[in-house]
């Protein structure tokens, strides 16, 4: 089982960036992938999550309205799609796959939102 994350970098506030998280070694429709992010001098939290299968979604109140999340299942890519993105959003943003054995996460990818 191996994550990818990627699709990070550098935005000026009000920006937008699209995050990719490449799945491997197992079937994606079957289980939930969420993606989560930890702040400079944070503890790692929780941004969005979606279901196996039926695409059901959720979001931190912190970026609901601003972030969407899409699953590719034939590409084995989940997405994260962050608009009107803001300073606080900048972190370290990782996905992670709920398998039953065990979870596993991805590396990281750094999101700098600055002027």
């Known amino acids: 089982v191996q994550l990818q994350a990627s699709g990070g970098g550098l935005v000026q506030p009000g920006g937008s960036l699209r995050l990719s998280c490449k799945t491997s070694?197992?079937?994606?429709?079957?289980?939930?992938i969420g993606w989560f992010r930890q702040p400079p001098g944070k503890e790692r939290e929780p941004v969005s999550c979606?279901?196996?299968?039926?695409?059901?979604?959720n979001f931190a109140d912190s970026v609901k309205g601003r972030f969407s999340i899409s699953a590719d299942s034939a590409e084995s890519t989940v997405y994260l799609q962050m608009n009107s993105l803001k300073p606080d959003d900048t972190g370290v943003y990782y996905c992670?796959?709920?398998?039953?054995?065990?979870?596993?996460w991805g590396q990281g990818t750094l999101v700098t939102v600055s002027s």
């Open positions: 070694g197992f079937p994606l429709d079957y289980y939930a």
């Open positions: 979606i279901g196996a299968g039926d695409g059901t979604t």
């Open positions: 992670k796959a709920n398998l039953p054995s065990e979870n596993y």
